[in-house]
């Protein structure tokens, strides 16, 4: 006998750490922007694996890959050479201002190498200097360490004492990061836009005022770029947007292509690790970074950056018709395919439910706040069908 929905439902609750309220529905297999859930129902895909899906749900370039490399070789450690991760190392550094990589297995995994790396610069040219200044709504990940760095009080405040040596500061004041600035600061980590903090888009000068005050102080500019890279704001990175160049990035979510792929990157000058410094058993793993390889091939090679922001600009426009239609829309924000609106009420999470039975996927953001990250291959006819629904859905809960 299967298994039915509800069955594993009953299994999830009796079994898995609480941790998360799920979705009602069960997952079973999906295909571009669309998933399927286990009564064969279909639901459009726009949270995208956690904007991770940049090239859709099974790409038959990357399920080629994985099922490729799964027959040669899965896992080897780091002591030894294997091909998949120098592919995909040549395709990023081929395509970014960066000159040197490391892979891991996460975003809090790619923010910790990296944080590690401008740690190590301070101790080596910068006369010790340890603190890293960090912004308020960031998203960094839910290590020990990354907990710090992520300036929003929900992720921290069960888990103090905080390690320290993060600084955090508002996000889009270049002034706030030069008062925070002293002997001990060695760098400054930030999203290009704030994802998790809900879609903040900054100035269009911070990045370069940010730019001019890290190179006077030698400080290191990290960009995490965790959910910004891979095409998502329109072009392969997201500092591109902003016309600076980073020092160092960190890397997930749309790298692995669905496999969970973690990366940080920097310029030569900031290549202090030397060997022992910092390892990751999985780093790099053959099968990920395969993966990886023929997810990004795709993105570089069928220019999805662009063409990603060409309907996610469509899509804006189309909520922006929205906020025009329903007053309690208050704001659409966003760049490429990291869009969100916001509502005069904190109704997100009833309007994902109405849409979700409807068969849309989003994510409230904040809980007046819907995030849209669907796949960079999107098709306008999806999109028209996503935001008819969500319409719908709009009408219906605040009543309109
Ligand atoms: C998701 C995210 C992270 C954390 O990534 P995990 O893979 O969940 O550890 C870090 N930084 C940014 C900007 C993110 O969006």
Not at 302 to 308: D, L
Request: proline share 4%.
């Amino acid at each position: 006998m299967t298994t039915t929905g509800e069955q594993w439902k009953q299994i999830e609750a009796d079994y898995y750490m609480q941790v998360v309220n799920r979705m009602p529905m069960v997952l079973d297999h999906a295909e571009g922007t669309c998933v399927y859930d286990t009564d064969g129902k279909r639901y459009l895909d726009f949270t995208a694996g956690w904007a991770v899906l940049n090239v859709g749900h099974s790409h038959p370039a990357v399920t080629a890959a994985i099922v490729e490399q799964a027959g040669k070789i899965l896992q080897m450690s780091n002591l030894f050479y294997t091909i998949p991760q120098l592919k995909l190392a040549q395709i990023l550094i081929d395509n970014s201002v960066m000159d040197r990589v490391f892979f891991c297995n996460s975003g809090a995994e790619a923010n910790e190498g990296v944080t590690k790396l401008a740690r190590k610069y301070g101790k080596v040219k910068k006369n010790g200097a340890y603190e890293i200044i960090t912004a308020n709504n960031s998203f960094h990940g839910r290590t020990m360490g990354m907990m710090a760095a992520t300036g929003q009080a929900h992720y921290q405040d069960n888990w103090r004492p905080l390690a320290p040596g993060y600084v955090n500061v508002d996000y889009d004041d270049i002034d706030a990061i030069k008062s925070a600035t002293n002997d001990k600061t060695c760098a400054v980590m930030l999203e290009p836009v704030q994802g998790e903090g809900g879609v903040n888009v900054p100035s269009p000068d911070y990045f370069k005022q940010v730019r001019a005050w890290c190179d006077e102080n030698d400080l290191v500019l990290i960009a995490d770029e965790v959910q910004t890279g891979m095409g998502r704001l329109g072009t392969l990175f997201g500092y591109e947007q902003f016309g600076f160049e980073p020092d160092a990035i960190s890397m997930a979510k749309g790298l692995g292509a669905g496999a969970p792929l973690g990366a940080f990157l920097c310029k030569q000058e900031y290549a202090v690790l030397e060997p022992g410094d910092h390892g990751s058993t999985f780093g790099g793993n053959a099968l990920t970074t395969a993966a990886g390889w023929a997810g990004a091939k795709v993105v570089v090679d069928e220019n999805w950056s662009e063409k990603g922001a060409e309907t996610g600009a469509y899509l804006k426009g189309q909520l922006t018709g929205l906020m025009e239609k329903y007053d309690f829309i208050t704001e659409v924000r966003g760049m490429g395919m990291l869009l969100a609106i916001q509502m005069s009420e904190d109704n997100a999470g009833a309007v994902i439910g109405e849409t979700v039975a409807n068969g849309l996927l989003l994510n409230a953001v904040r809980p007046n706040m819907i995030r849209f990250m669907p796949p960079l291959t999107t098709s306008i006819e999806e999109v028209d069908e996503a935001v008819g629904i969500l319409d719908a859905a709009l009408a219906k809960v605040f009543g309109a």
